[in-house]
């Protein structure tokens, strides 16, 4: 198949292109670098760099396209906050101006990167499966709902079929290192250069860490789900923001004492998610455990900071 996947220079989209192309398949990436690294860009794909908020259709017709993997996005949660017009214009605006190319260009299936912490907000049910109510709790969250509802319109409307895929919290090699980075790649950066990470609030918060390459596996079973589906994408295990550090500090050669700042206003307590679908329907299950994952992603950026 020919795959256009957006924000395919980014952390998650790079790793999708990889595996999509050991997989046998044509990949077109487009990334406006705004986020992404052109470094991350596996050779074999066919690169654009432009910004899918503008006239995409050369794409199109360069390329007969068949699916798209639509990672591009605003990833700063904080940001929403502080600017909402701007998370709705990359995250809404651009996203359906997609839409509109896909099916301008007959496209068959779109696979969609929404957030299962970000829609379901504070949970009532643990873990979460995908029929839990959605009530987030940021404007980040609002347009990764939002957005899956007009997966839905599109779908009804113009027959696109659609896989939305809601992670729980990703990480691994080549997440940005930069303020809006996940956790893990916010505390291995502090550490490897010889800062004292703050940890939020008491850090006794939970999340579903999710290793990178877990989440690119998941991405190869969409392309073969023959139906549309939302799906959660997780291990099912929680792991506190204290306990993450435990792990993290332990792979650094020396000790690095825990301390605590403010607690960040509007963050969940406890995010974990329920991917039993995913294993049932899309054939997938998260492989890499925490410990391991955690191993991995600091030896990578222990090789690769300089560069960062």
Avoid at 62 to 71: A, F, L, Q, S
Wanted: proline fraction near 3%; include cysteine; charge should be neutral.
């Amino acid at each position: 198949m020919n795959i256009l996947i957006t924000g395919g220079a980014g952390f998650i989209g790079s790793h999708i292109a990889d595996k999509y192309i050991e997989a046998g398949h044509t990949v077109i990436a487009v990334d406006n670098l705004s986020h992404g690294d052109a470094q991350n860009v596996n050779k074999r794909c066919i690169f654009y760099k432009d910004d899918i908020s503008g006239n995409i259709d050369y794409i199109f017709k360069e390329n007969k396209i068949d699916v798209i993997n639509h990672h591009a996005a605003q990833i700063d949660l904080r940001l929403s906050q502080r600017n909402p017009i701007i998370d709705i214009k990359t995250n809404i605006k651009a996203g359906v101006n997609l839409l509109n190319a896909a099916v301008k260009h007959n496209v068959k299936k779109i696979i969609f990167a929404s957030s299962g912490g970000a829609v379901y907000g504070e949970q009532k049910v643990f873990p979460a499966g995908e029929n839990h109510i959605t009530e987030p709790l940021s404007p980040y969250g609002i347009n990764k709902l939002t957005f899956e509802y007009y997966l839905k319109f599109y779908k009804n409307y113009h027959g696109l079929d659609y896989v939305i895929l809601r992670y729980a919290n990703a990480y691994g090699p080549r997440q940005s290192l930069k303020g809006e980075g996940g956790v893990v790649s916010v505390f291995v950066k502090k550490i490897l250069k010889g800062d004292v990470p703050v940890i939020n609030g008491s850090g006794n918060n939970t999340r579903d860490y999710v290793f990178v390459d877990d989440i690119a596996g998941a991405n190869l079973c969409a392309l073969n789900y023959n139906d549309s589906g939302i799906f959660n994408i997780a291990t099912g295990k929680e792991t506190s923001v204290n306990e993450l550090f435990e792990m993290i500090s332990k792979c650094s050669e020396k000790p690095v004492p825990e301390k605590h700042g403010e607690e960040i206003k509007g963050e969940q307590m406890r995010s974990v998610l329920d991917s039993s679908k995913a294993k049932s329907e899309l054939k997938w299950e998260a492989k890499t455990g925490i410990q391991d994952g955690i191993k991995i992603t600091f030896d990578w950026f222990k090789e690769n900071i300089r560069r960062k």
